[in-house]
């Protein structure tokens, strides 16, 4: 079990390195605005519309579906940064937002080359264990934000606790949590987090929602969960014990954080980034009621499949 704690407590490698504490004033709210609007303009330009195959890096198709837009690597990683994000490009893939008038969640899309992971430690994990070392976790993450200019974070209780489908490879969790001080009944930001493990590693797809919407959003994650297809050669059971690579932490590592024993880059650290924690869905929640709707003009059709 102690294996398995300080996988979850170990690294932060969920959207990158922490920026240092010590930072100049930030950036004032008008700023922020301004600089979310320029993103989704560029977001929305740079558009891939569905239906249409996808194709995600060198490993695997997005089945995406009409009234979908994929946000390719450059565009959608200026978008998160606006949002507040660290953004870690190594692992960046992209976004999907939807077009709908109703519409307003993200999903992003992260593939992290790490290895097979090996999906035994599901058999033994404990949910309420691992929720108290991503409350205690929270508290360091909060520093960042703080010196960033955005609002603490408090972990409530888990929305979807952890769930591995071992026939499909897949796994879903999710947490509740709201800003420090904010009242009990007041609309809380949701990461609705699902993966797919492949033999290379595996990939992310966070829904970004709210409490209001998550009931039915939910399943537009479990969708793309479904319409994304590994490549030949690159799926979970084309593992090669004699040739491949296998990761340095279990299954457990994915819920909440990821144990990597990067030597000599990263700095050990609490592991709790709320899954993108840095992102309080200022954009869905209050500024992108507005920007959001220029999905809703027809975007570029001709543009690449995926990111460069």
């Given at each position: 079990m102690q294996r398995v704690i300080s996988a979850v407590v170990a690294l932060f490698v969920v959207l990158g390195s922490l920026p240092a504490f010590a930072q100049a004033s930030p950036p004032s709210e008008a700023s922020r605005k301004a600089e979310l609007t320029a993103a989704w303009r560029a977001a929305s330009a740079a558009g891939v519309a569905g239906p249409k195959d996808v194709s995600l890096i060198d490993q695997a198709a997005l089945k995406l579906p009409a009234g979908y837009v994929f946000v390719p690597k450059a565009e959608g990683a200026r978008v998160l940064r606006a949002l507040g994000n660290v953004v870690n490009e190594a692992s960046f893939v992209g976004l999907v937002v939807g077009t709908g008038p109703n519409d307003g969640w993200i999903v992003v899309i992260r593939h992290i080359k790490e290895g097979y992971i090996k999906d035994d430690d599901a058999k033994n994990w404990n949910a309420d264990e691992l929720l108290k070392n991503l409350k205690d976790g929270a508290e360091e993450t909060n520093k960042d934000r703080i010196a960033r200019g955005f609002p603490e974070v408090q972990v409530i209780g888990w929305l979807q606790p952890p769930n591995y489908e071992a026939a499909t490879h897949r796994l879903v969790w999710s947490l509740l949590a709201k800003d420090k001080g904010e009242a009990d009944n007041a609309t809380k930001s949701i990461n609705y987090n699902t993966y797919?493990?492949?033999?290379?590693?595996?990939?992310?797809?966070?829904?970004?929602?709210?409490?209001?919407?998550?009931?039915?959003?939910?399943?537009?994650?479990?969708?793309?969960?479904?319409?994304?297809?590994?490549?030949?050669?690159?799926?979970?059971?084309?593992?090669?014990?004699?040739?491949?690579?296998?990761?340095?932490?279990?299954?457990?590592?994915?819920?909440?954080?990821?144990?990597?024993?990067?030597?000599?880059?990263?700095?050990?650290?609490?592991?709790?980034?709320?899954?993108?924690?840095?992102?309080?869905?200022?954009?869905?929640?209050?500024?992108?009621?507005?920007?959001?709707?220029?999905?809703?003009?027809?975007p570029r059709s001709d543009a690449a499949d995926g990111p460069a």
């Open positions: 797919a493990l492949g033999r290379d590693g595996y990939f992310s797809l966070n829904l970004l929602s709210n409490s209001e919407r998550i009931a039915v959003d939910k399943a537009v994650a479990h969708g793309l969960l479904g319409d994304l297809a590994y490549n030949a050669g690159k799926r979970y059971e084309d593992f090669s014990a004699s040739t491949d690579r296998i990761a340095e932490y279990g299954l457990m590592a994915l819920v909440g954080g990821v144990a990597a024993k990067k030597i000599g880059l990263f700095a050990v650290v609490t592991a709790f980034v709320l899954k993108f924690a840095k992102i309080i869905l200022i954009g869905l929640g209050v500024l992108g009621a507005g920007v959001i709707n220029f999905f809703r003009r027809k």
